[in-house]
């Protein structure tokens, strides 16, 4: 089994950037590939991005391309999610996950494990 902590997450202005972690412990994060989910205020959770388990490959939801980075520092175990140009519908709590394929994807469903989520907000 593998646990996942979130950090980084707060309140920032329009235009601000923010880091998230997503910390694992238990299994190396190597051994799986990772995404980044969130969920608003009355919303359902979506797939913000996903990066492949040797971080080869990324996929990010339309609105944040360009926008949000997610990378990996296998040696540390621990997955970031870089946000800037940040804008008040990116408030939400965001959850990091893992999953045991090589490549990310868009379901939940897909992924094994999960952090308890950290909240974003960014004030207009």
């Known amino acids: 089994q593998v646990q996942l902590?979130?950090?980084g997450g707060g309140l920032v202005?329009?235009?601000g950037s923010l880091r998230l972690s997503?910390?694992?412990?238990?299994?190396?994060l190597s051994s799986y590939a990772m995404g980044?989910?969130?969920?608003a205020p009355g919303k359902e959770r979506e797939f913000v991005?996903?990066?492949s388990r040797r971080g080869a490959r990324q996929r990010y939801l339309n609105s944040v391309k360009g926008r949000f980075t997610i990378s990996r520092d296998n040696a540390?175990?621990?997955?970031?999610?870089q946000m800037n140009s940040l804008k008040p519908e990116?408030?939400?709590?965001?959850?990091c996950a893992a999953s045991d394929a090589d490549m990310y994807s868009d379901y939940e469903s897909e992924?094994?494990?999960?952090?308890?989520?950290?909240?974003?907000?960014?004030s207009s």
């Open 22 to 28: 997503c910390a694992a412990s238990g299994r190396t």
């Open 5 to 7: 902590v979130e950090s």
């Open 49 to 51: 991005g996903g990066i």
């Open 90 to 95: 990116d408030t939400a709590v965001y959850y």
């Open 76 to 81: 540390k175990n621990t997955v970031y999610l």
């Open 13 to 15: 202005q329009t235009g």
């Open 111 to 122: 992924y094994d494990y999960w952090g308890q989520g950290t909240h974003v907000t960014v």
């Open 36 to 39: 980044w989910f969130r969920q």
